[in-house]
């Protein structure tokens, strides 16, 4: 869907744009009935759903136990949610590539993988993990200077969900973040004295695209229900300054050493498999 020039002026201006209803509806569905199933799988197999079709409210009750009673459990499911082929077929979406290419990411590239979100209070051992701190995008990403973010409501998030919270033309104030804290670029104190953020309830099949450099922080998700988000960054393979900084690539991704269960698999195990296949 071509972007008219109020909506570019306005991304220039504002470093941001809200688009209602720009992906259809039973997309994003898609996206968070796939995630949400893997921990329906887990607390299926672990008795700690009460009945074979469940209600939202007994899933999320049923993640939250999950959270307390085996946390090591929650925190794989949460990793396996992050690699969903949904999830990454919906960051590899040529309307959202087309979006990125329209406010001038010439050549979009992935900047990292796609991150999901499912916040709440309940479901968080700190603050970080369910409401994120203002700060900057484009301090942990190192990428273009025109890099963009696409953000995408897996569900209607109205204000009682916390919706985000951004700081309209901060972009234009470039990087105001001298330190990055789990993980995030967390804005200086001093910049944020005199600034307003502006809440964005959105709807599921909205998106919003932002500069990396636009200030922004999660808004307070007040109600009991888990809010669900996901989120595809993307830089420019064509941008001057990145070509010229040599593309830095600031992420580490690699698998840990030890085994991570203990004494698995045994040879009859592996050897079943191809058996059963054959
Ligand atoms: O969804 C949120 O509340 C914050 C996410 C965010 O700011 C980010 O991933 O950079």
Known sequence: MPLNSQQLA???????????????????????????????RQLESRGLLPQ????????????????????????????????????????????????????????PNICTRPVLYFNSPRLAKSEVY?????????????????????????????????????????????????EVVDNFGKVDESYLRDKEFESLPVSAGDVVMFSS????????????DIRWSCHFRYNNLAEATFVERGY???????????LLT???PVQPQVSAVFRKAA
């Open 213 to 224: 450099f636009l200030v922004h922080r999660s808004g307070t998700n007040s109600s009991p």
């Open 262 to 264: 203990t004494g698995f």
């Open 130 to 178: 369910w409401r994120v701190f203002p700060h900057q995008d484009w301090r942990s990403m190192q990428g273009s200077l025109d890099s963009v973010v696409i953000w995408v409501p897996l569900i209607d998030l109205p204000p009682e969900l916390g919706p985000l919270e951004v700081v309209p033309g901060s972009h234009l104030d470039g990087l105001v973040t001298s």
């Open 10 to 40: 306005a991304y220039r201006e504002q470093g941001f744009l809200h688009l209602p209803a720009y992906l259809h509806a039973d997309v994003v569905a898609g996206v968070r009935r796939e995630a949400r199933q893997v921990f329906i």
């Open 52 to 107: 074979i079709n469940p209600t939202g409210r007994e899933i999320d009750d049923g993640m939250a136990r999950l959270f307390t009673e085996n946390l090591p459990v929650f925190m794989n499911c949460g990793k396996q949610a992050q690699h969903l082929v949904s999830l990454h077929r919906l960051g590899l979406d040529e309307r959202l590539l087309d979006l990125a290419r329209q406010v001038g990411v010439e050549w």
């Open 248 to 258: 830095p690539h600031p992420y580490v991704y690699k698998p840990m050493e030890e």
